[in-house]
Each structure stands twice: as structure tokens, then as C-alpha cells.
């Protein structure tokens, strides 16, 4: 499919064919799924452990479904295993360049799940796989224990404090997605829940009309009563400032 419509969004060097990539990657994890050793797997052993749990444990209450499983496993696939096969750099090339196009110095990967399926397990399972990783493994480049987490509503923010590892109804302990000895490092996860608008600029000090003219005077410049992006980001996320890399969760990307 190539989304056209005579605003030149798809070229031919850069075409929205999005049902081959999909099924490539697709595959790719299908083939690497189906090994049977751990130590084929090019994952560290934290993730190793982690993929046991969620494809073998006797969960007492829903274990979870496939497609969730599938959508972890492609975050770790593209994450861990890739880098280091040569199909795998081709498919991490391709969406290199579509990040380039879309939005240049931003790595962003979308994980489509029906509607129904339970994305928020999926974020959990995704948070919960980074953080183990970071908190073993700190001087690596590639997890993070700092999460940013951007909902389209308050509703919505509100369903996703289960998120939160000291969330009295904790996806991690509840749906029993960390083996148990993994729980006190998932305490480490610094998550900020917020909602978008959030990110837009506020006025930091409140001035009437007249105020503002009686400031800014016959030919000055208008004050500057907005919050700065630092400023913003303080407000939004204090405790993230501190943590130098970030994963940021946009759910429902769709509207936000």
C-alpha cells in the first residue's frame, strides 16, 4: 500500500509498505522463538529468565496471551537479538530510516494490538524487562529504569497506575509477571504516569491585561511570564530529571 494521495507522503525510496516489514519481523521472531536452547537466544540472561516465566509459568489467575507475549518478545527481538544478525540490521536500517524521515535524533517503534488485547500487560511486561536489565546491568546502554508514560486522558492515566511496582494492585505481583525474587529490583523503576497536556507551557505568573501592559510599557518587549521547557519538564517529570536515558510509553498514540 502506498499512502499518497498526491501529497507526496510516500516516495519510492521510502514507501509505507507496511505489511512486508511486519511480516518480516514477524517471522524473524517466529524463527527465534521456535529455538530451543536459552544460550541460542542472544539475549542476557536476565531477559532469558524472563521469557521462561511468560511462556512456561503456572500462572494462577489469565496467563498471558500470545499476542502479548509476541509484542515483548519483538521489543526484545529488535532490542537484544538484531543487532547481531544480518537480516536483523536490515529491518533496524529500515526503520532507522523511517525515524529519519518522520522524526530525525527520535527512535520510535509502534506496537499495534487489537483492541481487547491488553496493552497495558504489555507496557508492564515491557517496563519490567528493562528495569531488571538496568538494575543488574547498569553500565549498559540499552535498558533504562526511568519511564515516561503519556496518556490521552485522565481516565485513562488513572487505569495505568497499576504500572506502579508499589501500586496496591501492581500488575508485576497481581498477574505474577516477575518471578518473585525479581520483585524488590523492580521497587528500583523510577515511572512518571502523565497526561499530555501536561506538556504544554504554563503561565508562571498570572497577569491581568492591564498589568501586562503597565510591564511591558509603550515600546518594551512583552514580559515573559511562561514556563521555559526546563521548567516545564520539572513540573511533569521531577523525578526523571536526574536519569539519563529515558523510555518513553505513548499509550493510545493514536490520539496523542
Not at 516489514?21 to 542472544?42: C, E, F
Not at 506496537?111 to 528493562?130: E, H, P, R
Not at 496518556?151 to 496496591?168: E, F
Request: with cysteine.
Amino acid at each position: 500500500m502506498v499512502f499518497d494521495e498526491g501529497k507526496s507522503l510516500s516516495t519510492a525510496a521510502q514507501q509505507y509498505d507496511i505489511t512486508s516489514i511486519i511480516n518480516q519481523v514477524r517471522q524473524a521472531v517466529d524463527t527465534w522463538r521456535s529455538l530451543p536452547n536459552p544460550s541460542q537466544w542472544k539475549v542476557t540472561p536476565e531477559t532469558a529468565r524472563l521469557l521462561q516465566h511468560w511462556r512456561h509459568h503456572h500462572f494462577s489467575g489469565v496467563r498471558p496471551f500470545f499476542c502479548q507475549v509476541e509484542a515483548a518478545e519483538t521489543a526484545i527481538w529488535l532490542t537484544e537479538v538484531a543487532p547481531h544478525t544480518k537480516n536483523g540490521k536490515l529491518l533496524l536500517d529500515h526503520l532507522t530510516s523511517a525515524n529519519k524521515d518522520a522524526n530525525p535524533e527520535l527512535m520510535r517503534l509502534a506496537l499495534k494490538l487489537a483492541t481487547g488485547a491488553g496493552k497495558t500487560t504489555v507496557m508492564a511486561m515491557l517496563i519490567a524487562w528493562q528495569t531488571i536489565n538496568a538494575v543488574r546491568k547498569p553500565t549498559s546502554k540499552h535498558f533504562t529504569r526511568g519511564f515516561l508514560i503519556c496518556a490521552p486522558g485522565l481516565t485513562i492515566k488513572d487505569r495505568l497506575r497499576v504500572l506502579q511496582p508499589n501500586d496496591p494492585n501492581s500488575y508485576y505481583k497481581d498477574r505474577e509477571l516477575l518471578p518473585i525474587d525479581m520483585l524488590d529490583d523492580m521497587s528500583r523503576a523510577k515511572i512518571v504516569i502523565t497526561n499530555y497536556h501536561a506538556f504544554k507551557m504554563r503561565e508562571r505568573i498570572e497577569l491581568s491585561k492591564g498589568g501586562r501592559q503597565l510591564l511591558q510599557g509603550r515600546t518594551g518587549d512583552a514580559p515573559l511570564t511562561q514556563e521555559t521547557e526546563g521548567q516545564m519538564l520539572q513540573r511533569v517529570m521531577p523525578d526523571l530529571m536526574g536519569i539519563k536515558n529515558i523510555m518513553v510509553i505513548n499509550d493510545e498514540a493514536h490520539h496523542c
